[in-house]
């Protein structure tokens, strides 16, 4: 059964930190790219990173480039979103994806707030 379990979500100041993890099970986590979402309220669900499956390669959106960073660890199957610097505008649901060729799978999301 495959899995997709995201953490680290909650309430944070603006300027302040937050790490997302999520830890993945029942497929070869190895080969799949990995990304992380975010849906705002009121918003289109938008790709906010990825890596690669050997975590060479990784890419953010530009409105978190210098903030941001991806990472995995195919020990352990997890991938993590380290933000830092947070903006009110980050407030959103992160959602942890893993993609290989035509196969594709969402954990439910984590609830980032970034309020004052």
């Known amino acids: 059964q495959v899995q997709l379990v995201e953490s680290g979500g909650g309430l944070v100041q603006p300027g302040g930190s937050l790490r997302l993890s999520c830890a993945a099970s029942?497929?070869?986590?190895?080969?799949?790219?990995m990304r992380w979402y975010r849906q705002a309220p009121g918003k289109e669900r938008e790709l906010v990173a990825d890596?690669?499956?050997?975590?060479?390669?990784?890419n953010y959106v530009n409105s978190v480039k210098g903030r941001f960073t991806i990472s995995r660890d195919n020990a352990k199957n997890t991938v993590s979103l380290q933000m830092n610097s947070l903006k009110l505008e980050y407030t959103a649901v992160y959602y942890c994806?893993?993609?290989?060729?035509?196969?594709?799978?969402w954990g439910k999301g984590t609830l980032v707030t970034v309020s004052s």
């Open positions: 029942g497929f070869t986590f190895s080969l799949y790219v």
């Open positions: 994806n893993a993609g290989w060729h035509t196969l594709e799978y």
């Open positions: 890596i690669t499956s050997a975590g060479v390669t990784t």
